[in-house]
């Protein structure tokens, strides 16, 4: 256990460098060392590493782990394995929200993150209760998740549409890209996805009880809809925020958790932060190999995630042997 | 001892049982017996908040139960639903771990007497040679003993099993019905809901007889055989076997 956290975390310092050291302008190690200890503040490496490549960094490695952990805890919400930001539409949500509120609000960025926070409170608040009136199934909730992701994706259109001064690069919103993060556009997000980020961790053991299921989570003593409430908000946080700099990213909310639970298992006390740290460094890693591959082209880090991710989790899915199976 | 008085419960919108009063005393095993459907896991499950009391008092030696707070219920009432919707991919020993979880404070770590009554209800319950392995790759009897531990864990006085003993085969129930008369040597009140009549015949000092949502007898076993109670409400004839060691029942 304590091995594999270890690589999560050289794994986290490893992409940081990757990240700060490549891109259209390769820049030598030695020449970040001395930026990065203070030396040559007037050359073009410190200007480019302090305004553009660590402030992307960090917006990917903010990314990664807020939507990484808010898969974990709507998995454990609802009792789903197939839950994630993405799946059940508080990635939709979120970015519904952003358009309607640059729609409204004439393009002022400041409250970006509290909209995108209330859209996707809205739409889990909303699919939790659709899957608890109709006491359905978790196919069900995966099924309303797309239903109601597709129908906020119809209002994400029909808003840049109607207004095309909305400064926003469509598609690169809707599959996630950090391209133009700066440290002022991330210190509301950052600062609330960091906040929300602790607070799961405190509610840990809670988070575990609660995927007993409902009966036996209140036989010990849980007061299940308050927890599920709570996780439900701090999950809507850290989706939200992320949505509101880096686009609708999918995938790394599905298949970072369950790539952590094989590792892992299925204790939440290690589940949330080893997925926040493996959920970072991917979203980094992705970044910086989209800025590489086709350079001076950039793929968005969202298509990159799904090229790679996709396939591995196929290949996890049908590789039964060795590892854990997926929890329900 | 745990007495309802008048109490009304419902299950979401939908009243299931009116004024319902009955009582459960301290030290001894009582089981709530009746046809299917008639009320038997609502009755019980209001003890958890599953099902809501919308009326009526539930009192625990004496105290208001619905008035304590959630985590103070679970250190009184260790109560363990009869469904399995879920079945965690956890290792045994993590499972039963989680019974501690009432007891723990904000930090949430283990004390050593948390470590320790894991340790001997496992022993308890024959889990412990299963500790590393993950619940739901074990059988259903196994698994049923785990949540069993679990229950036990939590350390209280009053336990409450609803149908304790699904998915047990014939050893595993035989087991199970020792670990309940050991329980109930070591102070505890025991709570079952059994189906198994002949059971609850040998096992209980006490028969809760439900019919038609409404408690049709309160009665010892010795009562209920001389008054032909169960034998009236379930509709069956009853033959009554003794030899040296017990008495056997047989339903026909």
Known sequence: MRKKILLLVLLLILCFFAGVLLGSVPLSPLSVLRCLTGYDKDSTAYVLIYTVRIPRAAGAYLAGMGLATSGVLLQYVMNNSLASPNTIGVNSGAGFAVMLALFLGNGQVSRLPAAAFLGALVTSLAIFGLAYMADSSRTTIILAGITVSSFLNAGINTIKILDTDISVNLTSFMIGSLSGITFDKLKIPGTAILTAFLITLLFARSVNVLGLGDDIARSLGLNVPVVRLVVLILSSVLAGCVVSYAGMLSFVGLIVPHICRRLFGNDARYLLPCSALLGASFVLGCDTLGRMLFAPFELPAGVLMSFIGGPFFLYLLLKKKGGRRINA | ?252
């Open chain 2, 1 to 252: 001892m745990l007495e309802f008085c008048d109490v009304s419960i419902s299950c979401g919108a939908t009243p299931i049982l009116g004024d319902i009063s009955v009582c459960f005393e301290k030290g001894a095993v009582t089981t709530v017996i009746g046809p299917n459907g008639c009320g038997k896991t609502t009755l019980l499950q209001c003890l958890n908040g599953s099902s809501k009391v919308t009326s009526g008092t539930i009192l625990l030696d004496g105290t208001d139960y619905l008035a304590m707070p959630f985590k103070e219920r679970a250190r009184c009432i260790s109560f363990l639903p009869q469904v399995r919707t879920i079945i965690p991919a956890l290792p045994v020993k993590t499972l039963v771990e989680h019974g501690r979880f009432p007891h723990l404070g904000f930090s949430r770590k283990k004390s050593e007497k948390d470590i320790a009554i894991v340790n001997d209800v496992m022993n308890f319950t024959h889990v412990d040679a299963y500790a590393a392995q993950y619940a739901d790759t074990l059988s259903g009897g196994i698994r049923q003993r785990a949540f069993f531990a679990m229950a036990l864990a939590q350390d209280c006085d009053y336990i409450v099993l609803d149908e304790p003993a699904t998915y047990l085969d014939l050893k595993g129930q035989r087991e199970l019905t020792e670990m309940i008369l050991q329980l109930k040597n070591q102070g505890k009140t025991v709570i079952l809901v059994l189906h198994d009549l002949g059971q609850a015949l040998r096992i209980s000092d006490m028969l809760v007889i439900m019919q038609d949502r409404k408690i049709a007898a309160t009665a010892t076993p010795k009562e209920c055989l001389r008054q032909h109670i169960i034998e009236d409400i379930f509709d069956v004839r009853l033959k009554e076997f003794s030899d040296g060691e017990g008495c056997y029942y047989f339903f026909y």
